[in-house]
């Protein structure tokens, strides 16, 4: 299973981007998916998570506000709509399976985190700068 990011790019501070998901020949309906991210020389952060069973949305603290997580299960895709973006959200963008179908977050403001040998796509580079 590939899944595949796309949809990043270059934009100012307080621009907005919306990151695509999706997975060739793997129906996504089914499953929760999270969105990570990694900035150079920083671990990778779970950012968001939107479950298959009822579309609920998770949102780390640091983005909570800004982002949104959807999901289009006609056309196979997952969203990740990024607003008021700041510079520290320059990462390199990831979406992710375990398989589950609904997210495993610890609590409010939490980041999601996934189970052994989930499924990770090529990410996408968001750059926020002036």
């Known amino acids: 299973v590939q899944l595949q990011a796309s949809g990043g790019g270059l934009v100012q501070p307080g621009g907005s981007l919306r990151l695509s998901c999706t997975a060739p020949?793997?129906?996504?309906?089914?499953?929760?998916i999270a969105w990570f991210r990694q900035a150079p020389g920083k671990e990778r952060e779970g950012v968001s998570c939107?479950?298959?069973?009822?579309?609920?949305?998770y949102y780390v603290t640091s983005v909570k506000g800004r982002f949104i997580a959807s999901r289009d299960d006609a056309k196979n895709m997952v969203y990740l709509q990024m607003n008021s973006l700041k510079a520290e959200d320059t990462a390199v963008y990831y979406c992710?399976?375990?398989?589950?179908?609904?997210?495993?977050?610890?609590?409010?403001?939490?980041?999601?985190?996934?189970?052994?040998?989930?499924?990770w796509g090529k990410g996408t580079q968001v750059t926020v700068s002036s």
């Open positions: 992710a399976t375990d398989t589950l179908t609904n997210c495993r977050v610890g609590g409010p403001g939490l980041p999601p985190t996934l189970n052994g040998g989930a499924y």
């Open positions: 020949g793997f129906n996504l309906d089914y499953y929760a």
């Open positions: 939107i479950s298959a069973s009822d579309g609920s949305a």
